[in-house]
């Protein structure tokens, strides 16, 4: 069974930092892309970044140089450090991955993370 289950959330104040990190089991991880997303109260769920299995890197315009991913296979583990943190960054941040079962895809979400950025 997948299990995704994120932690280092938590409140921060602007120009902090945090780093979180999304233990991954179930599948075989090094074999597929990982993604972390967020939402924040009353908007959509946001791509934040991606990282593929040949650590090919993909960010968010709004995080570029200030957020950075990064994934250890022999932990089943990918992370995400934030530098520079804003008050726009608030949000419930959740790790993603899509997994291939012969012809099908399958979405998987883990529980997510609140990620508070005030002073």
């Known amino acids: 069974q997948v299990h995704l289950v994120e932690s280092g959330g938590g409140l921060v104040q602007p120009g902090g930092s945090l780093r979180l990190s999304c233990a991954a089991s179930?599948?075989?991880?090094?074999?597929?892309?990982m993604s972390w997303y967020r939402q924040a109260p009353g908007k959509q769920r946001e791509l934040v970044a991606s990282?593929?299995?040949?650590?090919?890197?993909n960010y968010a315009d709004s995080v570029k140089g200030r957020f950075t991913i990064s994934r250890d296979n022999a932990k089943n583990t990918v992370y995400l450090q934030m530098n520079s943190l804003k008050p726009e960054d608030t949000a419930v941040y959740y790790c993603y991955t899509k997994l291939r079962n012969l012809a099908r895809w399958t979405e998987y979400w883990g529980q997510g993370t609140q990620v508070t950025v005030s002073s």
């Open positions: 179930g599948f075989s991880f090094s074999s597929y892309a």
């Open positions: 990282i593929t299995s040949s650590v090919s890197i």
